[in-house]
Nanobody
Framework: VQLQACGGGLVQAGGPLRLSCAASGLAFSGYAVGWFRQTPGEEREFVATISRVGRVTDYGDSVKGRFTISRDNAKNMVYLQMNWLKPEDTAVYYC???????????????????WGQGTQVTVSS
């Protein structure tokens, strides 16, 4: 599976932004997908994840209640709706795909085998 994230940009604090992750390759619906973010000098941080058919989701504590992850397997797309953005949400955002026999979601960087290039999100105060 190959992934490409897009939708980043500059937004004012309190505003919304939606990121998209386009997947290509076979059997995308067999992969759990996650979003991570990273700022310079920091480790990559877990943001959100969604199970293969979207029944299970999980979020990082800093984004719970503000971000929503969803997917459309018919279109091979995963989305991250970000609301009430804060300056501390500024980062490069990455999407990643994870295949396991059980289909379990994951919250660690090491749980994901496939990564897309990042998209920059900048939130101004």
């Amino acid at each position: 599976v190959q992934l490409q994230a897009c939708g980043g940009g500059l937004v004012q604090a309190g505003g919304p932004l939606r990121l998209s992750c386009a997947a290509s390759g076979l059997a995308f619906s067999g992969y759990a997908v996650g979003w991570f973010r990273q700022t310079p000098g920091e480790e990559r941080e877990f943001v959100a994840t969604i199970s293969r058919v979207g029944r299970v989701t999980d979020y990082g504590d800093s984004v719970k209640g503000r971000f929503t992850i969803s997917r459309d397997n018919a279109k091979n797309m995963v989305y991250l709706q970000m609301n009430w953005l804060k300056p501390e949400d500024t980062a490069v955002y990455y999407c990643a795909a994870r295949w396991t026999v059980t289909g379990a979601i994951g919250t660690s960087v090491n749980a994901y085998q496939n990564w897309g290039q990042g998209t920059q999100v900048t939130v101004s105060s």
